[in-house]
């Protein structure tokens, strides 16, 4: 079974604050893990994926296998940074492309 | 943007009847998801299909089924729609390549009354 956790429903910082969104997951194998943000009820889109250790728009994420964590973080929030950001995780193997996500968590920063 | 639509993309519908939601995408895309969204829930995975006829289940798939039977649709249909089906319907579509990013629909905000 595949489980992606966010602990914090919302989050609320000022601007030029850092921010650190929580994601855990659970799965036995190697997974694909991503961070997807929606901006007011829009439709999703990919912010970053593991694989490619990239900044966008200043937020990074680091997969941390030994505590199965994949956090995003950003030292400056901005206030066009608020949105719902979700967690992802997508297992591999045949049919088992299925692809989880958190509950989601709702970034608001403040002027 | 990826080539995804939905439909429709309101819809209000009675207790009992049957509801069918389409998604439609022109990237000969392998995988296909949908994805309800609910306040405090999150996404939720209700079905998948990774290829023509394969389906398979996700975590909330009671009262929905699916049906794939060319590439480039995948019909969520609920039997017959309750008021706890009211939500917000999202579809995805993913290629095979690994790490590859899945695009996502519109999304089709169903009422139940």
């Known amino acids: 079974a595949q489980r992606v956790t966010q602990p914090e429903k919302l989050l609320s910082v000022f601007k030029g604050a850092p921010v650190e969104l929580k994601c855990n997951y659970s799965?036995?194998?190697?997974?694909?893990l991503f961070w997807y943000v929606q901006y007011s009820r829009q439709r999703l889109q990919l912010l970053l994926r593991h694989i490619s250790r990239e900044s966008i728009k200043g937020f990074t994420a680091d997969l941390n296998k030994g505590e199965t964590s994949f956090h995003l973080k950003k030292p400056f929030a901005q206030e066009e940074d608020s949105a719902m950001y979700y967690c992802?995780?997508?297992?591999?193997?045949?049919?088992?492309?299925?692809?989880?996500f958190g509950k989601g968590t709702l970034l608001t920063v403040n002027p | 943007d990826a080539g995804i639509t939905q439909s429709p993309r309101h819809k209000v519908t009675e207790t009992g009847t049957p509801v069918t939601l389409r998604c439609h995408q022109t990237e000969n895309h392998r995988y296909m998801y949908w994805y309800r969204q609910d306040p405090g829930h999150g996404l939720r995975l209700i079905h998948y299909s990774y290829g023509v006829k394969d389906t398979d289940k996700g975590e909330v798939s009671d009262g929905y089924s699916v049906s794939r039977s060319k590439t480039e649709d995948f019909l969520l249909t609920l039997e017959s729609a309750t008021s706890s089906q009211t939500s917000v319907y999202f579809c995805?579509?993913?290629?095979?390549?690994?790490?590859?990013?899945?695009?996502f629909g519109q999304g089709t905000r169903l009422t139940v009354v």
């Open positions: 799965y036995s194998g190697s997974p694909e």
């Open positions: 995805a579509i993913s290629d095979r390549t690994a790490n590859t990013e899945a695009f």
């Open positions: 992802a995780l997508r297992g591999l193997g045949g049919s088992n492309y299925k692809l989880t």
